[in-house]
Nanobody, 126 residues
Framework: FQVVESGGGTVQPGGSLRLSCVVS????????IGWFRQAPGKEREGVAC????????RVVDSVGGRFTISRDNAKNTVYLQMNDLKPEDTAIYYC????????????????????WGQGTRVTVSS
């Protein structure tokens, strides 16, 4: 698959952004889509995932209540709505595809994701 993220930018603390992940290629509906982020000097971490066919969802605890993940199958797009952004949310956000199930109780594991986008930068600063 070809994966393209967009929607990043610079916002003040408390602001919102909506990231988009467009996946090109047949069979999109059979895959899990995950969002990850990598802050400067830190390892990449899972943020959320969404199973396309079964609708399974996982949003990691550190962003729960502020971030939501949704999909638009007609547009082959998965969104990450980010509200009440904090400086610690500053990172490059990546989208990726996986054949593995999106577990509602386990954080997304980047090792199980195959096709990655180039990332979109999110900066939260006053």
């Amino acid at each position: 698959f070809q994966v393209v993220e967009s929607g990043g930018g610079t916002v003040q603390p408390g602001g919102s952004l909506r990231l988009s992940c467009v996946v090109s290629g047949s069979g999109f509906e059979d895959y899990t889509i995950g969002w990850f982020r990598q802050a400067p000097g830190k390892e990449r971490e899972g943020v959320a995932c969404r199973g396309i066919t079964d609708g399974s969802i996982r949003v990691v605890d550190s962003v729960g209540g502020r971030f939501t993940i949704s999909r638009d199958n007609a547009k082959n797009t998965v969104y990450l709505q980010m509200n009440d952004l904090k400086p610690e949310d500053t990172a490059i956000y990546y989208c990726a595809t996986s054949e593995y199930y999106c577990s509602p109780i386990h954080d997304p594991n980047s090792k199980r994701y195959e096709d990655w986008g180039q990332g979109t930068r999110v900066t939260v600063s006053s």
